[in-house]
């Protein structure tokens, strides 16, 4: 039997796809661990058919009766879903469909992040930690972390896990080797196809990955393409964006980011590391702490690399200038 103070954590979007496959590894102690009871308050538009289909996800979740799981708060107003929350995962926006690009999505889906941003900011619990998932991802966390007053920017993060992992996977495919003996996989930038998986200074069994590769023309033309452009190959293939692995890097990203001593990729306020332009939100390592996270700036870049880091540090600039108006 667990003592602790259950925790309150918001999700938006909570109807749709990858709300479906992550309430329920929330609710089972996958992120937050095996002890901790949560408190799970779920946003949705406020229309007849998602808030239907949100109760039903919540009849669902009652129907698992996970001990962790000690209440739910089921809403269409922003403000009662973020009411003294800890954690804020922002899910809620719309997906690409086949042939758009992410900055298709920027104008339609930047608007929800301002009024969330304010909302958290309001309401929230003073040691909130937002993470972003709806897309464009780091832009939509620069622009929720706008409208912050209260919290600091370090809160924000956003979600390139996914990414990190079909990285992992795709070198373990290639070297032969299990997924575990993949390691110092980063990636830097945007989630988007110009993302930079920096091979350069990934390990396999503790060795350079390169090394154990052997092909610098596979790593360069084939590996980075695959990665970055991976988001495509599913929404191509199934019809719809990837729902499940968005779900389970989630749990990544926040499971690493509450348990000290795990070193992953997040997409975090730059502050000019690596390149990155001030102000932008790039995916760069940390090193999670007791209390937060410490961006690790040791990592030396080759010229191929700093090349790949200003490609998609342009289109963050761009992007952050394409929503300069609404930010203010
Ligand atoms: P979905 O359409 O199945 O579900 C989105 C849900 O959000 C819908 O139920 C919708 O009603 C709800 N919603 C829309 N606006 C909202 C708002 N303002 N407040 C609350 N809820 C709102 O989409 P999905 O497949 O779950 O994907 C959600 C987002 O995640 C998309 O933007 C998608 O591109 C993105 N995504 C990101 C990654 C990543 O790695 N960062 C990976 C996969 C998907
Ligand atoms: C993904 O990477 O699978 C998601 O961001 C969906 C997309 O639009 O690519």
Not at 73 to 101: H, I, Q, Y
Not at 286 to 295: L, Q, R, S
Request: proline content about 4%; charged content about 25%.
């Amino acid at each position: 039997m667990t003592t602790k103070t259950p925790i309150r954590v918001a999700v938006t979007g909570a109807a749709g796809n990858i709300g479906y496959a992550l309430l329920f590894r929330i609710a089972s102690g996958e992120m937050f661990g095996k002890d901790q009871p949560l408190i799970l308050q779920l946003l949705e538009i406020p229309v007849e058919g998602p808030q239907k289909a949100l109760k039903g996800v919540a009849m669902e979740l009652e129907d698992c009766a996970f001990p962790l799981l000690q209440d739910m708060v089921l809403t269409g107003e922003a403000d009662v879903a973020f009411k003294d929350v800890n954690w804020a995962l922002l899910v809620g926006s719309k997906p690409r469909g086949p042939g758009m690009e992410r900055a298709d999505l920027l104008k339609d889906n930047g608007k929800i992040f301002i009024a969330q941003g304010q909302s958290i900011d309001k309401v929230a619990a003073d040691d909130a930690r937002v993470a972003v998932v709806g897309n464009p991802c780091n832009t939509n966390v620069m622009i929720a972390a706008s409208q912050a007053k209260r919290l600091p920017k370090d809160r924000f993060t956003a979600m390139v896990r996914l990414d990190e992992n079909r990285g992992r996977a795709q070198l373990a495919k290639k070297a032969g080797v299990d997924i575990g003996q993949v390691s110092d996989l980063f990636i830097y930038g945007n989630h988007s196809p110009t993302m930079f998986a920096d091979f350069t200074h990934a390990k396999i069994g503790g060795k350079a990955a390169a090394d154990v590769i052997g092909d610098e023309a596979w790593l360069k033309n084939d590996f980075l393409p695959a990665v970055g452009k991976r988001g495509a190959a599913i929404i191509e293939a199934r019809g719809v964006s990837s729902a499940a692995s968005a779900a389970n890097a989630l749990v990544d990203h926040v499971h690493d980011l509450v348990t000290p001593g795990k070193i992953h990729s997040v997409a975090v306020e730059s502050q000019g590391r690596y390149g990155f332009a001030d102000g932008v939100w790039a995916g760069m390592p940390v090193k999670t702490t007791a209390t937060g996270y410490d961006v690790i700036t040791t990592y030396e870049m080759d010229d191929f690399a700093k090349s790949k880091i200003a490609l998609t540090n342009d289109e963050l600039v761009g992007e952050r200038d394409t929503v300069k108006d609404m930010i203010g």
